[in-house]
């Protein structure tokens, strides 16, 4: 729990479906470990451990909403077992469930996301993605194995530069990538024909709630008539509804905007006096809300849906899971 | 000449290799070295004027071939040709107005020779006043007669005349190359002084307690925010910081400095905070002639922005930056692309740059635009050093500052006679 903790603290571990697994594998082995202490009842007793490491983990990094959604259904998951349980019986039936979770809702929601999502793409196509997300990279991957020609257009942004990592990973397998800061996006967006975006939820008024800048881009894709696809899990989805970014949102660390990797030639913000750092704020917001309006379509593993049908899918079908 | 030979190679060197930061200083280097190329042009008896548009123009020609994507440069070219035209029209006008009191008191001589080129010296007079002036009532009802052809020179009516004439014309080839250098010097007094005179205008627009956004660095919006502090407005102001360049990280030092609230974000967080903005205001780089501007790379993004959010987007340009021409595929054509390395460090990716790999094409390219094209119907304002205007209105200021005449200043070749 401490490892994991660590890396979200690090910002070694970043990306939903990444942080969402780490997290659930780090409580399968707390629960390994645990043993009910005499006079306490197992679910009880269980939950409010999880909440102490919910706790410890928000204090390394507030959560994203995925983990949110799978502590939700791991709290549902232990106040459901029937009391008849041993307690080995009960932590085996804990961890499969949460097993069960993961390659449900993670790994086989992923490949039917890519097999929806290939449809999609046609020889010829200049698709665009914007930072780093887990589910775009394997479907552009995909695409290319099943032979398709496309080019790939890969728009970043500082300071989390995370599309350089994403970049080096398209590049090693092949495919013919360009290369672009997020100012320069209205410039190539004249030859785009797809955009591919990563979610890290989405909200049941159809708002995308994704890295900060994913909002821009489907703004500027959506003023030169290019299709918009974001491909997220529905485990994702939250019955929350949000209007724009300020509301909810995560800072993160200020000091990151000042500093430019790599480049000696800007480092304008160093050596100030104390008059003008009272004065000068940082913002670094991590997160941004991209009006549903701007989507054309969004891939999950319950299909091709709009963006209007999201309160669909967790009123109606979110049930099932918390049934089993 | 050898002397304005050396200086006008120079400027080229400059402008060939980048050197000249902005388009204020360009186009005041620009109007110093036309004032000099015209004070050293050798003025002939007849046609001064020709002979000072086309020195003129022969290094004007040469000037925009060097940077074409710094279209002050142009303009500036075109406002000294515009100036030659101007007042070379104005000297006629006053030269025929005393020529039509002479002709018009020896009227007893030679009254057939005379009253033709009298008449047709005094209808290019007339029609040169009525294109000079705005025509007023009296005249409109008056009809002048058909004689608007535009007067070329004033020398088709003088050679009939006799000594008076080239008296005359001597003294006025002085007054010309005077009256031009005098006017290219106010020229270049206007473009020294553009920002304060957009300063000025900063309190009208910016009220108490509001939210400003701008993104990079523009020394125009620097002093038009601080003139607003100085008439004790109080405002905050959010600066994008404007990647790859990052210039601004250096508005913002000069915000704070001259204490100013500044909070500095990413490119990336404009969609987000810009619900919270009252205004946007930024530079530009040129104004087009149908009210485009071609602005540092990002600000398409930004207007897109505000048009959502129904925020009001101000564009500050000093008269120098409008062009007369109109953009087409604006973003290629004036745009440059800048250094890959200013986005990806060469030493991580030189594998993948390489033409040397398999398909012996790179797979990776790098895209840096240097500048980015806003269409005229996201322009909320243009505050120009002659004040507010729509964009709509820009094509208008042109016809002040540019003559019809110059807008293409390639010489063509003689086409295969």
Do not use: W
Request: glycine residues 6%; hydrophobic residues 40%; charged residues 20%.
């Amino acid at each position: 729990m401490n490892r994991v903790g660590l890396q979200y603290l690090a910002g070694d571990l970043s990306g939903g479906n990444a942080r969402c697994i780490a997290m659930l594998q780090a409580f399968q082995e707390a629960i390994r470990d645990y043993s009910t202490p005499p006079e306490k009842t197992l679910t009880r007793d269980l939950t409010s451990k999880i909440g102490g490491f919910v706790s410890f983990l928000i204090e390394c990094r507030p959560l994203s909403m995925s983990m949110g959604n799978a502590i939700r259904f791991l709290k549902s998951r232990i106040a459901r077992l029937p009391l008849t349980l041993s307690e080995s019986e009960a932590k085996t039936t804990l961890c499969s469930d949460i097993d069960r979770f993961i390659n449900e809702k993670i790994v086989l929601a992923d490949k039917v996301i890519l097999r929806h999502a290939a449809t999609k793409i046609r020889d010829g196509d200049v698709l665009l993605t914007y930072g780093s997300s887990c589910v775009v990279e394997m479907i552009l991957l995909y695409a290319h194995e099943l032979g398709k020609q496309f080019r790939v257009v890969v728009v970043d942004s500082h300071p989390m530069l995370e599309g350089q990592k994403l970049l080096r990973r398209l590049v090693v397998k092949g495919l013919s990538c360009t290369y672009t800061q997020l100012n320069a996006i209205s410039y190539v967006m004249h030859k785009v024909t797809r955009v591919f975006l990563g979610a890290s939820s989405i909200f049941s008024n159809g708002t995308v709630y994704s890295t900060v800048g994913t909002a821009s881009v489907a703004m500027v894709a959506h003023a030169f008539r290019v299709p918009v696809l974001v491909c997220c899990e529905a485990y994702k989805f939250h019955e929350r509804v949000q209007l724009d970014s300020i509301c909810f949102n995560e800072l993160g660390d200020p000091d990151a905007i000042s500093k430019v990797p790599g480049r000696v030639d800007v480092n304008y913000l160093d050596n100030l006096t104390d008059k003008q750092k009272e004065n000068l704020e940082l913002l670094n917001l991590k997160y941004d809300a991209t009006p549903s309006d701007y989507i054309s379509v969004i891939v999950t593993d319950y299909g091709m849906i709009p963006p209007t049908s999201v309160p669909v899918i967790v009123r109606g079908y979110r049930k099932e899971y918390l049934l089993i | 000449m050898p002397d304005t030979q050396a200086l006008v190679n120079d400027f080229l060197n400059k402008l060939k290799k980048r050197k000249i930061e902005g388009s204020q200083a360009t186009a005041k280097q620009t109007a110093e070295l036309l004032r000099s190329v015209i004070s050293q042009t050798r003025m002939p008896y007849t046609n001064q004027a020709a002979a000072l548009i086309h020195s003129v123009k022969a290094v004007g020609e040469r000037l925009i071939a060097a940077n074409p994507v710094e279209l002050a440069v142009g303009n500036v070219v075109r406002r000294v040709l515009h100036i030659v035209r101007e007042e070379d029209l104005s000297l006629t006008t006053a030269a025929m107005a005393g020529l039509n009191l002479s002709a018009e008191s020896d009227d007893e001589d030679d009254t057939d020779r005379d009253n033709h080129p009298a008449l047709s010296a005094a209808a290019i007079a007339a029609a040169s006043r009525s294109t000079l002036r705005p025509p007023s009532l009296q005249t409109l009802l008056e009809d002048v007669p058909d004689s608007a052809a535009v007067p070329h020179t004033s020398s088709s009516g003088g050679d009939s005349e006799g000594k008076s004439k080239s008296a005359d014309k001597s003294s006025r080839s002085r007054k010309l190359k005077h009256d031009v250098i005098e006017a290219v010097n106010e020229l270049i007094q206007d473009i020294s002084t553009c920002h304060e005179l957009i300063a000025e205008q900063a309190v009208e627009h910016i009220h108490q307690n509001e939210v400003i956004l701008t993104l990079g660095s523009s020394r125009t919006v620097l002093e038009f925010l601080c003139a607003a502090k100085e008439k004790k407005r109080s405002f905050r102001v959010f600066v994008a910081e404007g990647a790859p360049r990052y210039q601004g990280h250096l508005l913002a030092k000069e915000l704070v400095t001259r204490g100013l609230q500044t909070t500095l974000i990413t490119d990336s967080a404009v969609f987000a905070m810009i619900s919270r903005v009252n205004m946007v205001i930024v530079g530009a780089h040129a104004v087009m002639a149908n009210g485009g501007v071609i602005a540092p790379v990002g600000l398409n993004m930004v207007a897109l922005a505000a048009q959502k959010h129904a925020v009001p987007f101000v564009v500050l340009a000093g008269s120098h930056k409008l062009c007369p021409l109109y953009p087409h595929h604006p973003e290629v054509l004036l745009n440059e692309l800048r250094s890959p390395s200013e986005l990806l460090d060469f030493g991580e990716f030189s594998d993948c740059l390489d033409f040397g790999s398999g398909i012996g094409a790179p797979l990776l390219h790098v895209v840096n635009p240097t500048f980015d094209y806003v269409p005229p119907k996201l322009v909320s304002l243009f505050i120009t050093d002659t004040g507010g205007h729509n964009p709509s209105y820009m094509y208008r200021l042109i016809a002040d500052y540019y003559s019809a005449d110059d807008l293409v200043l390639e010489r063509r070749t003689t086409s295969g006679n």
